[in-house]
């Protein structure tokens, strides 16, 4: 006679072999290497069992193996390599797009104050270094200008900023006491595309003093290239205390 504690158990395998039957076995073999990978059995750049192996393992034919490590090869979670094996790939990871904003609507998005303060607004001929980045012969006109960003009267950006003259012709006439580069560039220079990296970074003395930090004390540095019209219209740098400042966004 069955007790029932024990009944209960045969009707629970029951039921997981009734839906194990209703899983390909196809699918099945996908998740269980999914599954040794996510455990850390396997890691980027293991060689997982061969084909030939895996069917003994399922006792299926290599041609259902073979679909699941196809498509786990599709799926970039599989690479392989013609006469040497199939191996764990290497992750990639999507980076959030840091979104072109206005820092004076950010400011004011938090409630506070911004205010700036402009320390340097020229021309300029492109030097190699510059004309490489814009993609211009040397001695083409830039415009150039360096403005502090304060929230509440507190510095929390240095914006230095090339602009490419033929892009925007009216950047070195803008009033920035009242309006930001940000904005008049995304009017004069629709975007087009942006490239951009950020790195932490020591704040050299003239960076610093515009900052009010210490020398050296840590930032967090914002590379940005913006194209519009076919051209490159902005080289950015922007300095952030790292104290006091901390980037954001989602994906």
């Not at 090869?73 to 290497?90: D, F, H, P, W």
């Not at 960003?149 to 490419?164: A, K």
């Not at 012709?169 to 009242?178: K, L, N, T």
Request: proline letters at 4%.
């Amino acid at each position: 006679m069955l007790r029932c504690g024990q009944l209960h158990r045969e009707e629970n395998v029951l039921v997981e072999d009734r839906q194990d039957a209703a899983v390909p076995i196809f699918q099945r073999i996908k998740d269980y290497l999914l599954a040794q990978i996510h455990a850390g059995k396997w890691r980027e750049g293991d060689a997982i069992p061969s084909e030939q192996e895996l069917s003994r393992q399922f006792n299926v034919s290599r041609m259902t193996v073979n679909r699941a490590v196809r498509e786990l090869t599709t799926e970039q979670v599989l690479t392989r390599v013609q006469g040497s094996g199939t191996y764990v790939a290497q992750r990639k990871y999507q980076a959030t797009l840091v979104e072109i904003k206005n820092i004076a609507e950010e400011v004011r998005a938090r409630g506070h104050v911004h205010r700036s303060e402009l320390h340097k607004l020229e021309r300029a001929k492109a030097t190699a270094a510059l004309a490489n980045q814009f993609a211009v012969n040397a001695g083409h006109l830039l415009f150039h200008s360096v403005i502090v960003h304060l929230e509440n009267n507190i510095p929390i950006q240095v914006e230095d900023r090339w602009v490419n003259s033929s892009v925007a012709p009216e950047y070195i006439e803008q009033d920035f006491s009242v309006t930001t580069p940000n904005v008049y560039l995304m009017e004069a220079a629709p975007l087009q595309s942006v490239n951009y990296s950020i790195e932490a970074l020591g704040a050299p003395r003239e960076i610093a003093d515009m900052l009010d930090i210490p020398p050296k004390e840590a930032c967090l540095v914002l590379h940005r290239k913006t194209m519009s019209k076919g051209s490159v219209a902005s080289v950015v740098t922007m300095w952030h205390p790292g104290s006091r400042y901390q980037f954001t966004g989602g994906f």
